[in-house]
């Protein structure tokens, strides 16, 4: 239990320590940085959706052959990508790179439709997190405790950069930087909460890992595709985005086959 508890708690920390970067950060954060930022977040959140996820959702079953093997891959992955799209589609939020903000109409303040953007980026970071320690737990997924750790680190990682670039819009929509840093830091707390509700309904369900797995898989890459890659990409400084996601790839990689 207290493994588990250290394994969701190490990405929420991650977060904390990102968005005490606004305490150090001037009002706006330079473009090259946050474009290199972008990229790494968006390396480790790639790397982890293979080697951590799909990997094992597609060995979860060694006995089966063919179709049968690669259909829980499949539809939990599928699954993850639509309910990631419906998360988008029903709830009001706004993008840092845009004034327009998406989903429904509402008067909420363009700081609460920002941290609901946050929120929803951070949701499938803590489900992934949560599956890959009930996968460790079980010892039915191929997962050990070394390779659950490795996830745990790999998101931790990337989420310091995030939480950064979190805090600083905060800021530079006016906010002072002890409230920057709290909403920064609130929107990581979704991670751990995310990850101990897949926990619980992996451990009543054991059955349903390898479709929970590639879930957790499709819902962040849906999040790389829809935001974090076209952010990282407008011009300028768009090659840094590209050296950025190198790095994080690897580190991820590196992370999940030496550690897993």
């Known amino acids: 239990m207290n493994a588990i508890a250290l394994g969701l708690l190490i990405p929420f920390?991650?977060?904390?320590?990102g968005s005490a970067l606004v305490f150090f950060m001037k009002r706006d954060m330079p473009a090259q940085l946050q474009k290199t930022l972008l990229g790494f977040a968006s390396g480790v959140m790639v790397a982890a959706s293979v080697w951590s996820l799909l990997i094992p959702s597609l060995d979860f079953r060694p006995d089966a052959d063919g179709i049968a093997r690669v259909i829980p891959a499949a539809a939990g992955f599928l699954a993850g990508m639509a309910f990631l799209l419906l998360i988008d589609y029903i709830t009001p939020h706004l993008h840092t790179r845009t004034s327009n903000p998406e989903g429904p109409h509402t008067r909420?303040?363009?700081?609460?439709?920002?941290?609901?953007?946050?929120?929803?980026?951070?949701?499938?970071?803590?489900?992934?997190?949560?599956v890959v320690l009930a996968g460790a737990a079980s010892g039915d997924a191929g997962i050990s405790s070394a390779g659950a750790l490795a996830m745990s680190i790999g998101i931790a990682i990337q989420n310091i950069p995030e939480g950064a670039i979190i805090s600083m819009p905060m800021r530079a929509e006016g906010n002072s930087r002890?409230?920057?840093?709290?909403?920064?830091?609130?929107?990581?707390?979704?991670?751990?909460?995310?990850?101990?509700?897949?926990?619980m309904l992996t451990a009543l369900l054991t059955p349903v890992m390898p479709y929970m797995l590639s879930f957790a898989a499709g819902a962040m890459l849906y999040v790389v595709i829809e935001e974090l890659i076209p952010e990282a990409s407008e011009e300028p400084h768009s090659n840094l985005s590209t050296i950025g996601f190198a790095i994080g790839f690897t580190m991820m990689m590196v992370l999940d086959v030496v550690l897993g």
């Not at 920390?13 to 320590?17: F, N």
């Open 178 to 199: 002890w409230r920057s840093f709290t909403i920064g830091s609130l929107s990581g707390a979704v991670e751990p909460l995310g990850g101990l509700a897949v926990i």
């Open 108 to 130: 909420l303040s363009r700081t609460a439709m920002l941290s609901l953007a946050v929120t929803i980026h951070n949701l499938p970071e803590g489900m992934a997190v949560g």
């Open 13 to 17: 920390a991650g977060t904390v320590a």
